[in-house]
């Protein structure tokens, strides 16, 4: 009776566990979309398309491909379209809760590690993503990377937005504080520290993946340059990982710093100083022929006063 209970208790918290996650499932894709795809109807990812999965063995696993405007939505595993034939190709099946933009393992195992490939397409256009999942015997020591920050440009007075992401596992001890942080690097490499405003800090599948949003509403000239994103498992050197990226200028002639760098610019002045040189070539020419015809004769008379008609008749 006891064990009945207990089977039932442990089986109602897998489902209350199994609803939870996906709950956040569904959030995953109608959360932190771009701004830029509001409004917009076209067939487009919705979101940064993360490439690399991580799962532990025996547990939870989600792969995304958060997309809109498609007529259809296809997920294959190594080559294999859903529904997978056997288990053995895979056990991740279809959440159609969202949109079959997600597909999910309650229990992820060794056979799920492969190369998923989801396929939008509309009446004209295919696009697809591909994510690699990894099955890991247990938690790792270091943070792995999910996603890798992209460089950016953009204008003055544009947007930005940076996002970087790492699995990190579950966490034996409770106390091992794991942290995630953008810092802009100032020429002397110096890490400036980032306003908490500006980086959001968002989580999935039980905090097993740390990931952070860096915003810059409002590009003004002193945000160009590099941005780093740090991960911290425990205080430690040898626990981290260092991703970054660049925001690059997108108009470069408006800003003081680039005006020497402009190639219409550069080609302009190269263009003016050729033809300089041209002109005192042609000057040279006119004037310096008659210098030197001056300079000969007067060599001329130089070389007449002296004796060289004894060498000359020496010779002879
Ligand atoms: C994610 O989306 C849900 C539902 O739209 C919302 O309740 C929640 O606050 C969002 N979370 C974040 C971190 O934006
Ligand atoms: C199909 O998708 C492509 C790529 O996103 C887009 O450019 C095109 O406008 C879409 N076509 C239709 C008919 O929606
Ligand atoms: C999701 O997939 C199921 C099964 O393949 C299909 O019947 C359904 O139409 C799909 N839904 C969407 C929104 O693509």
Same mark, same amino acid.
């Given at each position: 009776m006891d064990k009945a209970i207990s089977t039932l208790i442990k089986a109602l918290m897998l489902h209350v566990i199994g609803m939870i996650f996906e709950v956040n499932a569904i959030n995953y894709c109608s959360n932190?979309?771009?701004?830029?795809?509001?409004?917009t109807n076209f067939m487009q990812f919705t979101k940064e398309t993360v490439t690399k999965e991580y799962a532990v063995d025996g547990q939870f696993k989600a792969l995304h491909c958060c997309a809109k405007g498609y007529r259809s939505i296809e997920w294959l595993k190594d080559g294999k379209s859903y529904?997978?034939?056997? @288990?053995?190709?895979?056990?991740l099946i279809l959440y159609p809760q969202a949109a079959n933009q997600t597909i999910y393992a309650r229990r992820a195992s060794k056979t799920d590690e492969g190369r998923y490939t989801c396929v939008l397409r509309n009446d004209t256009h295919k696009i697809e993503h591909q994510i690699v999942l990894k099955v890991l015997e247990s938690s790792p020591d270091v943070p792995l990377a999910t996603f890798t920050p992209q460089n950016q440009f953009a204008d003055i007075g544009g947007s930005a937005r940076f996002f970087c992401e790492a699995f990190v596992g579950k966490?034996?001890?409770?106390?091992?504080s794991i942290s995630i942080k953008w810092y802009h690097m100032s020429d002397g490499n110096q890490d400036d520290v980032i306003n908490d405003n500006q980086q959001e800090v968002v989580k999935r599948e039980e905090e097993e993946i740390i990931g952070s949003y860096l915003t810059i509403s409002e590009v003004t000239s002193s945000h160009f340059g590099r941005y780093l994103c740090r991960v911290e498992m425990g205080n430690s050197q040898t626990h981290r990982l260092e991703m970054s990226a660049e925001l690059i200028?997108?108009?470069?002639? @408006?800003?003081?710093?680039?005006i020497f760098l402009n190639p219409y610019l550069l080609a302009s002045c190269a263009f003016v100083i050729t033809l300089i040189g041209f002109f005192l070539f042609l000057q040279l020419r006119f004037y310096y022929q008659p210098r030197v015809k001056k300079f000969a004769g007067s060599e001329a008379i130089f070389f007449k006063s002296q004796p060289f008609t004894h060498v000359d008749c020496n010779y002879i």
């Open positions: 932190h979309t771009f701004p830029t795809s509001l409004g529904p997978w034939s056997s @288990e053995s190709t895979s056990s966490k034996d001890l409770p106390d091992i200028n997108a108009l470069p002639i @408006e800003t003081n710093n680039f």
